[in-house]
Structures are given as structure tokens and as C-alpha cells.
Nanobody
Framework: QVQLVESGGGLVQAGGSLRLSCVASGSILRINTMGWYRRVSGKQRELVASITLRNSTNYADSVKGRFTISRDNAKSTIYLHMNSLKPEDTAVYYC?????????WGQGTQVTVSS
């Protein structure tokens, strides 16, 4: 079992920045890929960014050049640095990890970008 706890969401004006954090605990030695999804009410969940144990990253086209994902393996933590935020980035952001075909999720953190 793996537990994921996110933090760092909040309200920010368009053009501003936020940093999300996700701390993993439990069977963390089995973790390879971690990342972030987001969900806007009434819409499908969207993969925002992911990062492997070897720091290979992947981003949604909508956030490329604005968001950066990173990880600190010593702290079992990943981060999502979000810059140049837009109102359309408003969503609940969920940290995830995938272990042997099982997804583990955090509780989600709300990000609201005002125009």
C-alpha cells in the first residue's frame, strides 16, 4: 500500500505561480512513476505531468513550458511547479503513482486561477 498526501493548492491570479507537493509513504520502494492529474468539474480527468525514477518527464501539451515536475527521492516527494497560470488551469489536482497496474491517488488539492 502507498499513501499520497498533496499540499500547496490555493487561489492565485492569472500569471501567478504555485507549487504543489506530494509526499509518498508506505511501500515506496515499489514506486517508479509518479505524477499529477487534474479534473475540472464536468470534464474528463487530464494527465498533467509525470516523472519516472530516472527523472524522465512527460507533460500535457497544455502545460508545456509553464509547468515543471520534479522529485526528491530522499524525501519521497514530487513537486509540480506551475508558472504563468491561466484561468483554464483551475481544477482539482491529484497526485498519483502506478504500481503493477494499480493506481494510488492522493486526496486532491484545489487550484483556482482568477482572471
Amino acid at each position: 500500500q502507498v499513501q499520497l498526501v498533496e499540499s500547496g493548492g490555493g487561489l492565485v491570479q492569472a500569471g501567478g505561480s504555485l507549487r504543489l507537493s506530494c509526499v509518498a509513504s508506505g511501500s515506496i520502494l515499489r514506486i517508479n512513476t509518479m505524477g499529477w492529474y487534474r479534473r475540472v468539474s464536468g470534464k474528463q480527468r487530464e494527465l498533467v505531468a509525470s516523472i519516472t525514477l530516472r527523472n524522465s518527464t512527460n507533460y500535457a501539451d497544455s502545460v508545456k513550458g509553464r509547468f515543471t515536475i520534479s522529485r526528491d527521492n530522499a524525501k519521497s516527494t514530487i513537486y509540480l511547479h506551475m508558472n504563468s497560470l491561466k484561468p483554464e488551469d483551475t481544477a482539482v489536482y491529484y497526485c498519483y503513482t502506478l504500481i503493477t497496474a494499480t493506481y494510488y491517488w492522493g486526496q486532491g488539492t484545489q487550484v483556482t486561477v482568477s482572471s
